[in-house]
C-alpha cells in the first residue's frame, strides 16, 4: 500500500468513526429530546425519517456536486451540516426546523458514507476486507456515543452539553477531509489492471446490483431503527435502568466492531454469498429472539446476536456489487439510494405503530423487514444457479 493509499485510508477511517458516533449519539439522546421538546413517537420518527430522506438526497446531490467541484469540496461543504445542525438542536427549535435539521443531518452522513466506501472501493484491491475495516470504525464510534451518553449523563453534564462535545470532534473530521492528498475521480489511478472493466452504466444490467440494493433496502431499515429506536425501547420495556438499556447498545456496537474484524477474516474463506446469507438469516433470528422475550438475560444476548449478525451484511453487500461499481460514483450513489429508501421508511412505521400499539410493538414490525431481506438473501445465492451454472460456489 502506498503512502497516499494509506493517508487515504486512514482519513477515512476516522470520518466514519466519527460519522458513527454521530449518528449513535443522536438515538442515545432521543429520549432526552422527545422529553425536552414534548415530542410523540411518530414526531420522533418522523424525525428518523426525515434524517434518511436527506441520507437518500445526498445519493443524488453528491454525484451532481462531485462532478463539478470535486470530491473533497462535496465531502466538506455537505458534512458541515452536521455541527451546524447539531448546535441548532441544542436550542430546541420548533417542530419544522427539528425535521430540517435531521434532514440536513442525513445529507451529511450519506455525503460521508458513499465519499468514504468510493474512494475505499476506488483506491483498495477489490476484496471485502477493507469496507470491512472501514465499517468496523464506524461501529467503534457507535459504541461510545451510547456509553460517553450514559457516563455523561451519570456525572451530571446535559445532554447539550454531550451534544457540544461532539460537534468539536466532528470538525476535526472536516479538517481531516480537507487535507487528504486526493486525486479526482479524473485522475484515479488509471495504472491499475482492472479486467474487464464495465462501462459507466453496465451495473444497471446486474442482478446481482439490485439484489445488493434490496438487502442494503432493508438491512438500512433495521440499522436505522437500531440507532435511533432500540435506546426508548429497552428503557420503555421497563425492566433494566435507564443506564443499563443505554450501555447495551453500546455493548452491541462492540459486538458489530468484533463481528466486521471477523467478516474481514471470513471473507477470503467462503465466498461473500455465504458470507451475507449467514449474516442476515442470524440477524432475523436475533431480532425474533428479542421482541419475543421479557427476560433481561435473553434481551441481553439477542442484542449481542443482533450485533455480531448485523456487522458484515453493508460491507459485504457493497464488495460483492464492488466490481460493478469500479471507478463510478453513480453506481455507488444509487446504490446508496436503494439503502437508504429502507431507512427512510422503517423508522417511521415504528413511530406510528407505537403511537398505537406502544414501542414493543413498533419493533416487532422489523422481524418482518428482516425477513425479507433473508429473501433477497437467498435469491442473490440462487442467481448463479438459475441464470445456468448450476456449481454453487461456498
Avoid at 426546523?97 to 477489490?126: A, E, K, P, Q
Avoid at 460517553?148 to 452539553?161: A, C, G, N, P
Amino acid at each position: 500500500m502506498t503512502n497516499q493509499q494509506k493517508s487515504l485510508f486512514y482519513r477515512c477511517y476516522y470520518g466514519f468513526f466519527i460519522n458513527g458516533m454521530v449518528v449513535l449519539l443522536l438515538g442515545a439522546i432521543l429520549p432526552h429530546l422527545i422529553h425536552a421538546a414534548k415530542l410523540s413517537y411518530g414526531m420522533a420518527g418522523g424525525l428518523l425519517s426525515s434524517m434518511a430522506i436527506g441520507n437518500l438526497c445526498a445519493s443524488f446531490l453528491y454525484p451532481f456536486l462531485s462532478g463539478r467541484i470535486g470530491r473533497k469540496i462535496t465531502v466538506v461543504l455537505l458534512a458541515s451540516f452536521f455541527p451546524i445542525c447539531l448546535t441548532t438542536i441544542t436550542f430546541l427549535p420548533p417542530a419544522p426546523v427539528l425535521y430540517l435539521c435531521f434532514f440536513l443531518m442525513g445529507i451529511g452522513r450519506g455525503t460521508v458514507s458513499i465519499f468514504n466506501n468510493s474512494i475505499i472501493n476506488d483506491y483498495g484491491d477489490g476484496t471485502p476486507a477493507a469496507l470491512n475495516i472501514l465499517h468496523t470504525f464506524f461501529a467503534l464510534g457507535a459504541f461510545l456515543a451510547p456509553f460517553l451518553t450514559s457516563s455523561m449523563i451519570e456525572l451530571s453534564f446535559s445532554w447539550r452539553q454531550i451534544l457540544y462535545l461532539v460537534i468539536i470532534w466532528y470538525i476535526t473530521s472536516l479538517i481531516s477531509f480537507a487535507t487528504m492528498p486526493l486525486k479526482e475521480d479524473s485522475q484515479v489511478k488509471k495504472s491499475k489492471e482492472v479486467k474487464a472493466a464495465p462501462s459507466s452504466t453496465s451495473y444497471l444490467k446486474s442482478f446481482q446490483f439490485y439484489c445488493m440494493g434490496l438487502v442494503l433496502f432493508f438491512y438500512m431499515g433495521v440499522e436505522n431503527c437500531v440507532n435511533g429506536w432500540f435506546v426508548t425501547y429497552l428503557q420503555d420495556i421497563g425492566i433494566m435502568t435507564d443506564s443499563y438499556a443505554t450501555n447495551l447498545v453500546s455493548v452491541t456496537w462492540i459486538v458489530i466492531m468484533l463481528g466486521r474484524i471477523a467478516c474481514a477474516w471470513l471473507s477470503g474463506r467462503i465466498s461473500k454469498k455465504v458470507l451475507l446469507l449467514m449474516n442476515c438469516i442470524g440477524s432475523a433470528l436475533a431480532l425474533f429472539l428479542l421482541i419475543s422475550n421479557q427476560n433481561i438475560v435473553i434481551i441481553t444476548i439477542a442484542m449481542v446476536l443482533i450485533g455480531f449478525f448485523l456487522a458484515g451484511i453493508y460491507p459485504t453487500s457493497i464488495a460483492s456489487a464492488g466490481a460493478l461499481l469500479k471507478g463510478t460514483s453513480s453506481g455507488m450513489a444509487i446504490l446508496m439510494a436503494m439503502s437508504a429508501l429502507g431507512g427512510i421508511i422503517a423508522p417511521q412505521i415504528v413511530g406510528w405503530i407505537a403511537d398505537s400499539a406502544g414501542i414493543a410493538g413498533g419493533i416487532s414490525f422489523l422481524v418482518i423487514d428482516a425477513v425479507i431481506m433473508v429473501g433477497f438473501a437467498i435469491l442473490n445465492y440462487w442467481q448463479d444457479y438459475f441464470a445456468g451454472n448450476r456449481k454453487l460456489n461456498f
